[in-house]
């Protein structure tokens, strides 16, 4: 078993504002994601990672950074925070990216508010 | 999401009760995951399915590719499974997950 940590677990900010959410698996996963949730939307993918320093868009990257410092970490930037915005942010951790072995495994979120 | 295509949107059941949940997907999905998100917003792992057909106690999920569909099936529903049923599909091996809107499920007593 493992678990992923996410912090912190609110965050507020300022529009213009540049806010960093990190994530921590020991699972030993080798790839790692950042999602994003809407209010009674599904979860959309910002960026993932399929190892250390490897970094990939996912379908909502714009407005975000992201880096991958070591295999157990992946941490995400959100550029300049928009004045109202209201969202939940997920990392996940998968063993491998597709295939058998890809099943993803969810932290319990970061809650973003920008005043 | 329109490529993922969840159905109903939400659902009330009686205790004891049986129902079906759908998702319909507009993409070649090579996996299929469903979680349950729970009221504190924790997603629980409930299946991850290649094509074929899994059972987990009350739960029971089929992945049919070829007719692009995925159903998750509730036997005798408690009131601790109330809360939103997300499908997610993986297209060609991507390892990027795909989310339907969910389905948000309650549980009467």
């Known amino acids: 078993g493992g678990i992923i940590t996410q912090t912190p677990k609110f965050l507020i900010g300022q529009e213009g504002q540049k806010l960093t959410l990190k994530c921590q698996q020991n699972?030993?996963?080798?790839?790692m994601y950042w999602y994003r949730q809407d209010s009674g939307k599904g979860l959309r993918l910002i960026y993932y990672s399929i190892t250390e320093n490897d970094l990939q868009k996912g379908d909502l990257s714009e407005g975000y950074d992201a880096s991958r410092e070591k295999k157990s970490s992946f941490s995400l930037t959100v550029t300049s925070a928009q004045k109202n915005e209201m969202a939940v942010f997920l990392c996940a951790s998968s063993p491998l990216t597709g295939g058998a072995r890809a099943e993803q495994f969810f932290g319990p979120g970061t809650r973003l508010t920008v005043l | 999401g329109d490529k993922v295509k969840q159905s109903p949107s939400a659902l009330s059941l009686q205790e004891g009760t049986n129902s079906a949940l759908r998702c319909n997907f507009s993409?070649?999905?090579?996996?299929v995951q469903w979680f349950l998100q729970n009221p504190r917003g924790s997603l629980i792992n409930l299946f991850y399915?290649?094509?074929g057909t899994k059972e987990n106690g009350r739960l029971k999920s089929t992945f049919n590719s070829k007719e692009s569909y995925s159903t998750l099936h509730i036997r005798d529903a408690q009131l601790e499974d109330s809360g939103t049923y997300f499908c997610?599909?993986?297209?060609?091996?991507?390892?990027?997950?795909?989310f339907g809107d969910g389905t948000v499920l309650t549980v009467k007593p």
């Open positions: 699972f030993n996963h080798d790839t």
């Open positions: 993409i070649a999905a090579t996996t």
């Open positions: 997610a599909a993986e297209g060609g091996n991507t390892g990027k997950l795909t």
């Open positions: 399915l290649v094509p």
